[in-house]
Nanobody, 115 residues
């Protein structure tokens, strides 16, 4: 069993930055990939960024160069540094750990980008 708790969301002005954190507990190990998704009302959840156990990263095209995903295996935590935020980045951001036969999700953290 894996539990994921996101934090760090909030209100930020366009062009601003936020750092999201996702703390994992339970049966999660450094070999597990971890990722961030986001979702807005009426739309499907979309991949933002993912990081493998070995540290390889993958980003959605619209986030490349602005977002950075990283992880601290000792703390079982994954981070998402978001810079140059745009109004269209506003969404609920979810932490994800894909495992064999199941996907684990956090409860989500709201990011609002508005002046």
């Amino acid at each position: 069993q894996v539990q994921l708790v996101e934090s760090g969301g909030g209100l930020v002005q366009p062009g601003g930055s936020l750092r999201l954190s996702c703390a994992a507990s339970g049966s999660i190990f450094s070999i597990h990939a971890m990722g961030w998704y986001r979702q807005t009302p009426g739309k499907q959840r979309e991949l933002v960024a993912a990081i493998s156990g070995g540290g390889s990263t993958n980003y959605a095209d619209s986030m490349k160069g602005r977002f950075t995903i990283s992880r601290d295996n000792a703390k079982k935590t994954v981070y998402l540094q978001m810079n140059s935020l745009k109004p269209e980045d506003a969404a609920v951001y979810y932490c994800n750990v894909p495992a064999v036969g199941i996907d684990y999700w956090g409860q989500g953290t709201q990011v609002t980008v508005s002046s």
